[in-house]
C-alpha cells in the first residue's frame, strides 16, 4: 500500500461517510461489469453518479476521478476507463478521512 491520500471531509456527515464508502465500492464492482461488458452507457452513469456524490461529501480528489470516469466512457476510451478503474481501486485502498 502506498501513501495515504487524506481527505478533509466535514465532521458534521461524519455518520454518512462509512455508508458513502460502501456504495463506492459496489460502483467499483458494477463499473467492472460494464466494462467487462462494454456498456459504456452504464459506465458514464457510474462516473456521473461518483462525481456528484464524491463533491457534495466533499471528497475532492474522488469527485475528480469520478469525472474522469464519465468522460472516458462517455467518449468511449475502454482503455483509458481501465486504467482510471484502476486510479479509483488504488484511491479507495490508501484514502484517509480526516475530520474537520
Do not use: W
Not at 459504456?40 to 457510474?46: G, K, L, P, Q, S
Not at 471528497?59 to 468511449?76: D, K
Amino acid at each position: 500500500m502506498g501513501v495515504k491520500i487524506v481527505e478533509r471531509i466535514d465532521s458534521d456527515i461524519q455518520g454518512l461517510i462509512p455508508g458513502f464508502m460502501e456504495i463506492t465500492h459496489n460502483e467499483i464492482k458494477e463499473l467492472e461489469d460494464a466494462l467487462n461488458s462494454g456498456d459504456m452507457t452504464v459506465a458514464t452513469r457510474i462516473g456521473h453518479n461518483l462525481k456528484g456524490s464524491a463533491l457534495n461529501y466533499g471528497f475532492l480528489q474522488l469527485g475528480s476521478i469520478g469525472r474522469r470516469i464519465e468522460t472516458c466512457a462517455a467518449l468511449n476510451q475502454p482503455k483509458q476507463l481501465l486504467a482510471e478503474l484502476q486510479v479509483l481501486k488504488d484511491y479507495v485502498e490508501r484514502v484517509e478521512v480526516e475530520y474537520v
